[in-house]
């Protein structure tokens, strides 16, 4: 039965194994490449002899080349090469780990510089480091101002109050710690320094020897009788009266206050008639008739 078998990831390379399912064949990687061995010696016109059986039983072993792919065989070793490893060690990616070739396991001490992903650091337990405490305090805790040095007296430097009426601590303060007043409270005169000992009434009366200055409204000057007026005539004209002529010294008299009637002018009756002439002036003036001698 022919068996297909891919060396190196390299297609195109066929084993082929045929007439004795008892031939043995084993594909080993090493440095060169890959090396294919029959278990049985090398038969007549490239037959394999597998180990352990008689001349009768063979099998065939034919190897394809391709794709790049070399066969050479050696003193009944047939090496299968897909490149030469001298060639191109020069340009491989990796040539040495830590100095190190062949299959490399890294261990911590290898690693001297750069630094680890959080996901690279294993857990360590806190009992694992030197110097730690035996106990802690809970994650939720209280102190004593004790505990902390020189506390009070940074405290109480700092305070802006450092007591109350005499007092430290929780302070209660009552109307006795205090000498002020009541917010309502009275007070007698005697009390007020510098006030007067009496003080008249809201409504009061002085007498009029008090009042030395200002001016009087009408309304407080009180009705005086012409008796209590001093030089007042002891007697009066009644309102409606008389007066001779004679009593009347200077300004004119009205024509209305003439009498009506002329009876003479200078002892002649009848009609009067003034005519101007021999020194002698009319002239009228409204109703006033002015007559003037002349001189």
């Known amino acids: 039965m022919p068996t297909n078998v891919s060396i190196s990831g390299e297609t195109g390379v066929i084993v082929s194994v045929g007439g004795s399912t008892a031939a043995s064949v084993s594909v080993t990687p090493d440095g ?39 066969i050479s065989t050696t003193s009944g070793q047939f090496t299968i090469a897909s490149y030469d490893v001298t060639a191109v060690s020069g340009y491989a990616p990796v040539q040495s780990v830590v100095g190190r070739t062949g299959n ?30 035996q106990a802690f305090p809970p994650s939720s805790h209280t102190h004593s101002t004790t505990d902390v040095v020189s506390f009070t007296a940074a405290a109480a430097a700092s305070a802006p109050v450092q007591s109350v009426q005499g007092k430290t601590g929780a302070i209660t303060l009552s109307r006795l710690d205090l000498t002020a007043a009541a917010s309502v409270h009275t007070h007698s005169t005697a009390d007020i320094v510098g006030i007067t000992s009496g003080f008249v009434q809201t409504g009061h009366t002085h007498d009029a020897a008090d009042i030395t200055s200002g001016v009087f409204s009408v309304a407080r000057i009180p009705t005086i009788g012409y008796t209590a007026l001093s030089g007042v005539p002891t007697a009066f004209t009644a309102a409606s009266h008389t007066h001779d002529a004679s009593a009347i010294a200077a300004g004119t008299i009205s024509l209305a206050r003439l009498p009506t009637h002329v009876y003479s002018v200078n002892g002649l009756t009848g009609t009067l008639t003034i005519a101007p002439g021999n020194n002698v002036t009319v002239s009228t003036a409204g109703s006033t008739i002015t007559i003037a001698a002349g001189g």
């Open 104 to 133: 490399v396991v890294l261990q911590a001490a290898d690693i001297t510089s750069g630094t680890f992903a959080i996901g690279r650091i294993p857990t360590i337990s806190y009992t694992a480091l030197s110097d730690v405490p």
């Open 32 to 70: 060169t490449g890959v090396s294919v061995s029959a278990s049985g010696g090398i038969g007549p016109t490239g037959w394999l002899t597998p180990a352990g059986t008689s001349a009768n039983l063979y099998g065939v072993l034919q190897l394809v080349a391709g794709k790049g792919v070399t």
